[in-house]
T-cell receptor
Framework: AQSVTQLGSHVSVSEGALVLLRCNYS??????LFWYVQYPNQGLQLLLK??????LVKGINGFEAEFKKSETSFHLTKPSAHMSDAAEYFC?????????FGTGTRLQVFP | DTGVSQNPRHKITKRGQNVTFRCDPI?????LYWYRQTLGQGPEFLTY????????KSRLLSDRFSAERPKGSFSTLEIQRTEQGDSAMYLC??????????????FGQGTRLTVV
């Protein structure tokens, strides 16, 4: 079975600092990977997805993720955090035509 | 199209009562999913439809849970004899019928169930 692991349930950064949210996958075949964001009491919104066309994927709101097969990772980054980035972030993988989610990382941004 | 719509947004019910939630997917999407999310956790897969056929049910889904998707359009999720452990956010998502496996899922805003 395919799965994803998110290291760090909480990440805190200062406004303007680098954001790094970690995701490692387990898959015996090339994975289909996604990052979603969830604001309080809301559904999930797609940030970006890995398409195998490029290892560096750019998403919305200035986020990007790099697929590294050697490290089985798909970490999410943003060069400069904004207060509005405070939310829960989920990494997910497609397995038998359904999304399987990690446990999530809550990002806090301090002024 | 206004995206995936879920109703109601909030539901408070007494233990032992039955509840039903509705999901209206994006109209051209043939795949529809139900997830459950508890505080501090990622969404957990419950069940999945392709058109009107229910293709997979999670082992998490007890006999008290049933889902339908008549005519392959909207879907309902019913919970019978609710228990306090059923309190959670119930999320619905839909995906298009494109051939690519990396077609993204679009989520509704969820129905928050509180069992008292």
């Amino acid at each position: 079975a395919q799965s994803v692991t998110q290291l760090g349930s909480h990440v805190s950064v200062s406004e303007g600092a680098l954001v790094l949210l970690r995701c490692n996958y387990s898959s015996s075949v090339p994975p289909y990977l996604f990052w979603y964001v969830q604001y309080p009491n809301q559904g999930l919104q797609l940030l970006l997805k890995y398409t195998s066309a490029a290892t560096l994927v750019k998403g919305i709101n200035g986020f990007e993720a790099e697929f590294k097969k050697s490290e089985t990772s798909f970490h999410l980054t943003k060069p400069s955090a904004h207060m509005s980035d405070a939310a829960e972030y989920f990494c997910a993988v497609i397995f038998t035509d359904k999304l399987i989610f990690g446990t999530g990382t809550r990002l806090q941004v301090f002024p | 199209d206004t995206g995936v719509s879920q109703n109601p947004r909030h539901k408070i019910t007494k233990r032992g009562q039955n509840v039903t939630f509705r999901c209206d997917p994006i109209s051209e999407h043939n795949r529809l999913y139900w997830y459950r999310q508890t505080l501090g956790q990622g969404p957990e897969f419950l069940t999945y439809f392709q058109n009107e056929a229910q293709l997979e049910k999670s082992r998490l889904l007890s006999d008290r849970f049933s889902a339908e998707r008549p005519k392959g359009s909207f879907s309902t999720l019913e919970i019978q004899r609710t228990e306090q452990g059923d309190s959670a956010m119930y999320l619905c998502a839909s995906r298009g019928s494109g051939g690519s496996m990396n077609t993204e899922a679009f989520f509704g805003q969820g129905t928050r169930l509180t069992v008292v």
